[in-house]
């Protein structure tokens, strides 16, 4: 690290600004394994990361409504070179355990800087350097860094506030109106009747745990979502276990079988919708019954893996309903009432507590202001080169991972990919790399972030405008495919005329 005097304030009040090789963006699950492979892959590179909530975590520090857990197996979701040996699905607490011995093990705290909120990021191409205003949280003090390179691992989603759509008499309501990504402390749920609306992951995971002390749940759903249910064990994990096999030996052995299967399990969801759609709506059968009306309330109206599908461990959100405990409506809001919810159907819903489980606030980079020369930066304008980079903005990497397979497959391989990238630029005397549209590219259509044919999650739908644009070849989309990217990305040509050097 050095400590250069800041190029505009140098004249009047000189204020040390920081340098760094690298400057990477978020403490979360993304950061913290980014900080791993450059300190084992570049061990040369100083690096800090700047984080604006008070620990690591960032989702799993963001979130804390009762029963918050992944949906993803923690295999996979783990990174490949820290064996998992927990349940498969963990909660909120195992996660941040989990990344706070790669924290410990790897040395990475001395690199973090907690309460560092970035609001800006500029790039000069005559310095060929970014420099990045940041503000801390605590003391509102400026600080700024400079950084030949940008790792950003912001997630996708703003973290300060929940996504809550407006209903109309929402002020008439005399209860209580609760975001899950802003669980309050103080609330009392005993003897409540609650409504949860949503049918995600966040709702079915929020239900069964809040479900035994309320006086009754109420999941309201304007459509069905498809879940998976099974127990949160890997049988192959665990008679590995028996047999004394090392704890990396099983990480690895029990991810190449789900990736496996996983693989096996997307193919057959393209090939045989409708016979997948059959066996995931039996599983619930199942549990609730022939005569529960399965067909209104668990049966959707699309393709399974257009969005994403949660898993439900021990099938508990079914045993609550089946329990009498909670109950479902597909129905859609009419209007908040002074006791709760009246539906288009014309049933009012009575309610204490009404939980918005409706989503996120898609956040592009952080809500942090780009520019480039002096020339303020919309990622809307650029096109991705495979999801990481973006036309135009050098130095520049953004993790976005997977939604079908574990997030942290990808932020893996892009590290892979990143640490690659420094070490030829490095090898070629490059100060910078930008990614370029090539002759052969000129012609090609750009298109949305994602297919919506493909998957369509309401935050992306909401603000697909803000994300770069796509084309129609595999070099500048995100395919969202790890079974393609994991030979794709190590095979990248650097040299290919789409990174433009200097
Ligand atoms: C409740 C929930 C459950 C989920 N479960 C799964 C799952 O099981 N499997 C799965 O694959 N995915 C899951 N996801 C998606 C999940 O968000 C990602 O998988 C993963 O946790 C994202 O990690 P990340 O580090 O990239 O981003 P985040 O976890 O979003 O962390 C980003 C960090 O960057 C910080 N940051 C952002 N902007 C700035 C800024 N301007 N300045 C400084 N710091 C900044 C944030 O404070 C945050 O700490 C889930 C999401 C939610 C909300």
């Known amino acids: ?86 349940p498969p699905i963990a909660t909120s607490e195992e996660i941040k355990s989990y990344m706070g011995d790669v924290i410990a093990e790897n040395d990475l705290a001395r690199h973090i800087r907690y309460k560092h909120r970035i609001e800006r990021a500029s790039w000069s191409s005559a310095t060929n350097l970014w420099t990045v205003d940041a503000v801390r949280t605590d003391s ?3 600080t700024t860094f400079t950084a030949n390179f940008l ?26 109106i609760v975001h899950p990504q802003r669980w309050p402390e103080d609330i009392a749920l005993k003897d409540k009747k609650v409504i949860v609306i949503g049918s995600g992951a966040t709702a079915a995971t929020l239900i069964p745990a809040i479900a035994g002390e309320c006086a009754h749940v109420t999941m309201l759903q304007r459509s069905p979502t498809y879940f998976r249910v099974g127990r949160n064990a890997i049988e192959l994990a665990e008679t590995l276990r028996q047999l004394q096999v090392k704890e990396d030996w099983i990480h690895e052995i029990v991810r190449r079988k789900i990736l496996f299967e996983q693989d096996a399990f997307t193919q057959r969801c393209l090939a045989e919708p409708e016979q997948v759609k059959k066996e995931l709506i039996s599983q619930i059968t199942a549990v609730l019954g022939p005569d529960y009306d399965v ?61 918005t489980a409706t989503g996120f606030n898609l956040c592009v980079l952080g809500d942090i202001a780009f520019s480039i020369d002096g020339k ?14 973006f036309t135009g903005v050098p130095n520049l990497v953004w993790v976005f991972g997977y939604f079908r397979a574990s997030w942290t497959l990808r932020t893996d391989l892009v590290a892979d990919f990143v640490c690659r990238l420094l070490g030829h630029m490095k ?39 803000l994300l770069p644009k796509r084309g129609d070849k595999p070099e500048w989309q995100h395919s969202q495919d790890y079974w393609a990217e994991k030979d794709e990305i190590p095979a990248i040509d650097l040299d290919d005329a789409a990174f433009v050097y200097d």
């Not at 005097?5 to 978020?26: C, M, Q, R, W, Y």
């Open 140 to 142: 509102g003090e400026p």
């Open 427 to 465: 090898r070629k005397g490059a100060k910078k790399v930008v990614p370029a549209l090539r002759a052969e590219d000129h012609n090609m259509p750009l298109l949305s972030w994602i297919d919506p044919e493909n998957f369509n999650p309401g935050y992306m739908m909401r603000n697909m405008n």
């Open 295 to 355: 067909e209104k309330h668990f049966t959707p109206n699309y393709r399974p893996w257009r969005q994403r599908i949660a898993f439900i461990p021990d099938a508990d959100l079914f045993e609550g309903i089946k329990s009498g405990k909670a109950s479902v409506v597909t129905d859609e809001i009419d209007r908040f009432t002074e006791n709760g919810i009246l539906l288009k159907s014309g049933e009012e819903l009575e309610a204490d507590i009404i939980v």
């Open 376 to 389: 303020p930066l919309n990622f809307g304008d650029t096109v991705t080169y495979r999801g990481m980079m």
């Open 151 to 176: 790792w950003m691992c912001q997630g996708y989603y703003r973290h300060s506030e929940g996504y809550t759509p407006e209903w109309p008499g929402m002020d008439k309501f005399k209860g209580r």
């Open 1 to 86: 690290m050095n400590v250069l005097a800041n190029p505009d304030t140098a004249s009047s009040a000189p204020k040390p600004v920081e340098h760094f090789d690298v400057l990477i963006v978020g403490a979360g699950i993304s950061g913290i394994g980014s900080a791993y492979h450059l300190t084992q892959q570049m061990p040369d590179k100083s690096f800090v990361i700047l984080e604006t909530q008070e620990s690591f975590g960032g989702t799993w520090l963001t979130h804390k409504y009762p029963g918050i857990r992944s949906d993803s197996d923690l295999h996979t979701f783990g990174y490949r070179f820290k064996p998992w040996v927990g």
